[in-house]
């Protein structure tokens, strides 16, 4: 015998390919690379010019080619095949479901009404896609109806109207098993007609109900295709004028066939592509349906002498009774389905854990902090340094570099807002156990990496220091007897395009870029003082001595204090928030740390999970400023507004800062004016304020500019070319609310609504990402469906200010 011939090769062929389509259909979304709303925007590139429409294969990022518009046709698919694949399947289910019980119990009727049968044979004449069409022509185009509630309103429809045909096929197969003998002999015995049915006749029609099932999907993808050539697409269709064009909406396979029907004398790619996605998604449901009948039809053909009127195509193989086999005996089927699932499981895992690798600005450095921190009675603070920095990228470092701040305010320093100086030493450099040499420059500190340790994937730092720290200084501050220590320890600066990213210290706005981080840090103080800082659990007040830890901050702050009243509450998710303050100045602690109370619960509710445990708010003389866990904010301001604002702007950091990163010294606006936007949003959403007293103080920094006719200028410039603050601040939150006020109907019914909930998405998406001009611009062009021309008023977007 060949043994080919026992081989059901459209079983094993079909099973494979619909599972892929599965497999596309779930994770089909995450593998696109480019979004629906993302278009191809004429570049130069490589000494070529790419333009839409782009030939498949002409590019890597769009290797099935574009559309005329520049949209990816392989995003579109990857995007479309899950609604072809899930409406075609909940169609299918619908009506073999309801179709079925009627027809097994019409079946078992002695006699069939003639109605019914002449209502069977009427109907099989009805194209049922000219139902579909009168129905839903009247609300496909530009419609307002939500594209489920369209999805919704095809399955309804479409499995209403093909209920009869299943009723019919269903009927006559049970009336024809219903004139069995052993159905005679059910009924004699005293079966009801009900357990005749299910007991009886339903195991014996099972298998092709199966069958059945699988070649309905097809029939209804089929009716889609047909729908599509007349511009109805399932979901909805927009219609543009001048050109009259149709485009679809869930950009479903036989949506995008039909809109692209026109290419057939032109840019055929675009309707080659989609069209042969959609008959490999036709032919693999058919194979696996063939495949399915001639499996059952060989079980059947195993008694050879027992006819049951069909000629099986794969020969049977004869079954061995009396043999014992086991769940767990091998056999092909179970070898190439269990082969099958391990694939289908290890891909999908893989897709879901690299699924967002590609988003954000990338780092070719990461660290981890060990540090250890002694303080004497006389404000003297020694420390030692334990770091491993990990090689992140494809090049060999030929050296470490370092932030180390606590050296620029040394004796003579140049800043004009620091009213004291500091002084630091460095004891000891080793790497990787190794007593080595550095430069310590200004606030930086490069330590060279010797030939034989430069392929390391991971370098161990250990750097033994001492410092003071200025009274009144910046962020690195003493306010006797306090002392806060902001980047207090070398801070590892980020590797990125082939060097490391660092720049010197600048006055004023942070000049320092550091990536995230775990730390570990023991303490030791004199008899008085406490420690508060960025790690998730602090000790009890007036314990001088311990070791706390905190994971995935960008930095780590630490306030010593004495002397210190403690106010406390709890915001959403049982976040603890604590207020730290002095009894000497007029601001009432009670009112601001409710203020803190309810902004953060806002921003929990309509951005996103608050990223610690707590939140601890300083109030004393220095700078308003945001770390992660802590803010600082200084009470002793006459301004009671912008002492409010800026209680509400620094938890706003706590999100677009401390969970959303960015480079602060070459795009130090992607946090500040988003965190202005936030903290203007808080009070024009949450309290409900006009807008023009909401986002007050950034018309306020704009009308300042004016004045003093500074004239335009990019936001996304680095920071030694800022020209005034204003640009950083309030010209991106007054841009951004321009944006949202101009498109809002696109997502949402008011201003307010589509403002909150675009930062909860733009905060969801970079969550523990770096951001850039460029990534900022990439996601809101495509979330508002802009070009990347509409941000040329106050952003570069050239790229050229990219670090």
Not at 357 to 374: H, N
Not at 459 to 487: M, W
Request: hydrophobic letters at 40%; aromatic letters at 14%.
């Amino acid at each position: 015998m060949n043994r080919l011939l026992k081989v059901n090769y459209s079983l094993y062929i079909g099973t494979f390919l619909v599972t892929v389509l599965l497999f596309f259909c779930i994770f089909g979304p995450m593998l696109a690379q480019h979004s629906l709303t993302s278009t191809l925007e004429t570049q130069y590139t490589n000494g070529k010019v790419l333009a839409p429409p782009m030939e498949p294969f002409e590019s890597h990022s769009y290797p099935l080619g574009t559309d005329k518009w520049g949209y990816d046709l392989m995003s579109m698919i990857l995007n479309g095949l899950r609604y072809t694949v899930y409406i075609a399947a909940a169609v299918t289910a619908i009506k073999m479901l309801v179709g079925t019980i009627i027809g097994l119990y019409f079946g078992t009727l002695k006699k069939t009404p003639g109605w019914m049968i002449a209502f069977e044979s009427a109907w099989s004449y009805v194209p049922l896609f000219l139902i579909l069409y009168f129905f839903l022509s009247p609300i496909s185009f530009n419609s307002s109806i939500e594209t489920s509630t369209l999805i919704g309103y095809f399955i309804i429809i479409a499995s209403v109207i093909s209920i009869p045909s299943i009723v019919s096929s269903v009927r006559l197969k049970t009336a024809e098993l219903y004139q069995s003998v052993y159905i005679d002999a059910g009924r004699v015995l005293g079966a009801s007609k009900h357990r005749l049915i299910w007991k009886h006749i339903f195991p014996q029609l099972k298998e092709s109900f199966l069958v059945m099932f699988i070649l309905e999907i097809v029939y209804v993808i089929a009716l889609m295709g047909q729908l599509a050539l007349m511009n109805i697409f399932v979901g909805g269709t927009i219609m543009r004028y001048d050109p009259i064009i149709y485009l679809s909406v869930t950009k479903e396979l036989a949506g995008l066939v039909g809109q692209a029907r026109g290419n057939i004398y032109g840019s055929t790619h675009i309707l080659l592509v989609p069209l042969i996605v959609l008959l490999f998604t036709t032919a693999s449901f058919s194979l696996l349906a063939n495949g399915l009948k001639n499996r059952f039809q060989s079980n059947y053909q195993r008694t050879p002498w027992i006819k049951t009127g069909h000629e099986p195509q794969v020969l049977p193989t004869r079954k061995q009774y009396g043999a014992k086999r086991g769940f767990w005996t091998l056999s092909t089927p179970k070898v190439f389905l269990g082969v099958l699932v391990i694939a289908f499981a290890g891909a999908g895992i893989y897709v879901t854990a690299t699924k967002d690798r590609d988003i954000g600005v990338k780092s070719g450095s990461q660290a981890e902090y060990t540090l250890d921190l002694k303080m004497d009675a006389n404000g003297i603070f020694s420390a030692e340094a334990d770091i491993q920095l990990k090689n992140k990228s494809d090049e060999e470092w030929e050296e470490l570099v370092f932030y180390f701040i606590p050296n620029v305010f040394k004796k003579g320093h140049p800043f004009e807002s620091i009213e004291g100086t500091s002084e630091s030493e460095i004891q000891e450099v080793t790497l990787n156990g190794q007593k080595t040499e550095y430069t310590l420059q200004d606030d930086t500190l490069t330590i060279p990496v010797s030939e034989g340790m430069a392929d390391r994937a991971k370098h161990r730092i250990n750097i033994k220091y001492g410092f003071t720290v200025p009274e009144k200084g910046s962020r690195f501050s003493t306010v006797i007897p306090n002392h806060y220590l902001a980047q207090w320890y070398p801070m590892a600066a980020v590797y990125q395009n082939g060097k490391w990213n660092k720049e010197p210290y600048k006055e004023g706005l942070e000049t320092f870029h550091t990536g995230f981080s775990d730390f570990k840090v023991s303490y030791k103080l004199p008899d008085g003082y406490s420690l508060v800082s960025t790690a998730e659990k602090d000790p009890e007040a007036e314990k001088n001595e311990g070791t706390v830890k905190a994971e995935r901050v960008r930095e780590f702050f630490i306030a010593v204090m004495k002397d210190m009243d403690m106010y406390e509450t709890e915001a959403e998710d049982g976040v603890k928030i604590r207020l730290f303050t002095r009894n000497n100045h007029n601001k009432d602690p009670a009112a601001s740390l409710e203020l803190a109370r309810k902004a953060l619960s806002f921003y929990q509710e309509n951005i996103g999970e608050y990223p610690h445990n707590q939140l601890d708010i300083v109030l004393d003389e220095g700078q308003f400023m945001e770390y992660p866990g802590i803010v600082t904010i200084n009470p002793y301001i006459g301004d009671k507004r912008f002492y409010d604002i800026s209680i509400v702007h620094e938890i706003a950091h706590q999100y677009f800062y401390g969970v959303v990163a960015n480079d602060p010294y070459h795009h130090a606006w992607v946090d500040e004016g988003m965190t202005e936007f936030a903290a203007s949003m808080y009070y024009y959403a949450g309290e409900n304020q006009p807008e023009p007293q909401a986002f007050g103080i950034s018309h306020y920094r704009m009308e300042t500019i004016e004045e003093e006719g500074l004239g335009r200028q990019y936001s996304n410039v680095p920071l030694d070319k800022v020209k005034h603050t204003g640009y950083i601040y309030g010209q991106p939150a007054l841009e951004i609310y321009k944006l949202i006020q101009e498109k809002y109907r696109q997502k949402g019914e008011t201003p307010k609504e589509v403002g909150m909930q675009y930062l909860s998405d733009y905060y969801q998406k970079f969550r523990y990402k770096e951001v850039d001009t460029q990534e900022f611009i990439r996601f809101t062009k495509d979330y508002f469906s802009v070009p990347t021309g509409y941000f040329n008023n106050w952003l570069d977007t050239s790229n050229k200010t990219s670090s």
